[in-house]
């Protein structure tokens, strides 16, 4: 029994300095004077209401202070021990590179230190607030070294530590490249968690097995992560999950048994990565889906036929801003009767097809065709260049969208006649009788000028040879010609031109020689005589 004492004293006496020794460190560490503390910040107090069981409600906002430290202690007017009270407290942008040990308080806190700069984190950094409810770190430097378990630990009972209330994290923008395992093994209420933004590139072993543990998750945000795709175990896991968003990563297809959590996915983010289509199957199985956002992918060219056949709850699609896409399906998504919001702006296409015949039901008045969206409130459709032809009206027309197209932004590009033309001030049955003259042709501004076309270049060149061709030909002709008639001497001599004084010359010449031969007959016959 003795000995048994000695045991327990001796246990007894470790405990207390490890308090003291922890105590002293605690007492080291500087915390910024909360004397007055309501005249450097904000403090605005709500008293509790007994008639409507509002309770108190106590704000602190310290932002931009300049601090870098948190406060010891709450101010005395928040009552801090008080159970049921609220405290909403906020140091985000001030310089706090060490993120201590949070006051202690019993009522209800949400805290937020954004753009602190944070580095490091004091553990157990929420110990003595057990009934924090929602955490914002984002905005800086935390890394996955300094993000141990022993962070969000509450306080020990009998032989374990209790866990805390925390229910919303916010981790986005800081330096993650992965989690512990057991990082979340002190925070099972957590429904809600952001890592938008760290660099995790893909989920190891140690970061699955920490989000799968999360098994109450409802919103979980991995955009702008760099991911290409998710381990199927944490949808295995997650079957709360009604919130996901994965925009600004690498997905080209969604992971494998993504329809796990059909039966809770209510909205999914899937904007700016890189699928080049979407199909029949791509949505299978997202049978409570509301919010579908599509958006912004440079790579997305085609939504096929029945991609929004399943999708009956569908309210809320995003697919704008999608600069190759020059297909979509219109057809199915006729079948998403609750529809409310539709943006199609700012892509490729040029037309909208249904498959069915709109005419007798647009042209009959004494029908009014029931609307396929009742609730449709917004639809976008500006910046497509969009050919204004029967078939486009119509389908707008049916739609019951018309008239709430953002007219001023919503032109026609084709045909010429009705190039710039908004579409709200046109009908179908005004565009389907009119008849295009043969004059106006469409006329392709993207297109090269004519002399850098290939036709036209071909022309010129096949031009250019039968005009060389051409030339030989004649050339040759006129050589052949001109040789024949010389041989056959058809020709004319040469005229031999002299001068007047030569020619004198030469007939006085010959009139000398012919008197002397006369005068010698002359003198023979006299000598004869």
């Not at 106590?58 to 931009?64: I, Y």
């Not at 905005?139 to 009972?157: M, S």
């Not at 539709?342 to 039901?361: E, V």
């Amino acid at each position: 029994m003795d000995l048994y004492k000695n045991i327990l004293y001796i246990t007894f006496c470790i405990a207390i300095f490890w308090i003291q020794i922890g105590g002293a460190q605690h007492e080291d560490i500087p915390y910024e004077n909360v004397e007055k503390i309501c005249e450097k910040c904000v403090c605005i107090d709500k008293p509790a209401d007994p008639k409507t069981n509002q309770v108190a409600h106590h704000l602190l906002s310290c932002t931009v202070k300049g601090f870098k430290h948190i406060l010891a202690r709450w101010p005395e007017e928040f009552n801090a021990h008080q159970k049921d009270n609220v405290i909403v407290a906020s140091f985000s942008g001030n310089t706090i590179e060490l993120l201590q040990q949070l006051p202690t308080t019993n009522a209800t806190l949400s805290f937020a230190c954004r753009h602190c700069s944070i580095k490091y984190l004091q553990s157990p950094t929420f110990m003595d607030v057990p009934n924090i409810i929602s955490l914002d770190l984002a905005y800086n430097a935390i890394t996955t070294e300094e993000l141990i378990p022993d962070v969000f630990r509450g306080p020990y009972h009998i032989s374990s530590y209790e866990p805390i209330a925390l229910a919303e994290l916010d981790l986005s923008h800081n330096h993650l490249q992965s989690l512990d395992r057991l990082l979340f093994q002190h925070t099972p209420n957590l429904t809600k968690l952001n890592l938008a933004h760290n660099n995790l590139q893909i989920l190891d072993y140690p970061t699955t097995a920490a989000l799968s543990s999360v098994t109450l998750l409802k919103n979980l945000d991995l955009s702008y992560t760099g991911l290409k795709t998710i381990p199927s175990v944490i949808f295995e896991k997650l079957t709360s999950l009604e919130i996901l968003n994965l925009a600004g990563n690498e997905f080209i297809a969604l992971p494998e048994n993504f329809q796990l959590i059909g039966q809770s996915l209510k909205s999914l983010n899937l904007a700016g990565n890189r699928f080049t289509a979407f199909e029949e199957t791509s949505f299978l199985g997202l049978k409570v889906l509301t919010h579908l956002n599509i958006s912004g992918m440079p790579t997305l060219k085609v939504v096929k036929y029945n991609t929004f056949t399943r999708l009956e709850h569908l309210t809320h699609l995003d697919s704008s801003h999608n600069t190759r896409l020059d297909t979509f399906d219109f057809d199915s998504l006729m079948h998403c009767v609750n529809l409310t919001y539709l943006d199609i702006s700012h892509c490729h296409l040029t037309s909208l097809t249904l498959n069915m015949d709109l005419s007798p039901i647009l042209n009959n008045t004494n029908i009014t065709a029931p609307s396929p969206w009742p609730r449709l409130k917004t639809f976008l459709i500006a910046g497509n260049p969009w050919t204004c032809d029967c078939n486009l009206l119509q389908v707008l027309e049916y739609a019951g969208s018309h008239h709430r197209l953002e007219g001023d932004q919503s032109r026609c590009d084709m045909p010429f006649i009705l190039a710039g033309v908004k579409l709200s001030n046109l009908t179908a049955s005004q565009v389907c009788s009119m008849r295009i003259p043969a004059k106006y042709q469409i006329v392709d501004e993207n297109a090269p000028p004519r002399f850098r076309r290939k036709r036209y270049i071909i022309l010129t060149v096949i031009t250019a040879s039968v005009v060389v061709v051409m030339g030989l030909i004649i050339g040759l002709i006129v050589v052949c010609i001109r040789r024949r008639l010389k041989r056959d001497d058809y020709g004319v001599e040469p005229i031999r031109y002299t001068s007047v004084r030569s020619s004198n010359l030469s007939a006085f010449s010959h009139g000398q020689a012919n008197g002397n031969g006369t005068n010698g007959s002359a003198g023979t016959r006299t000598s004869g005589v």
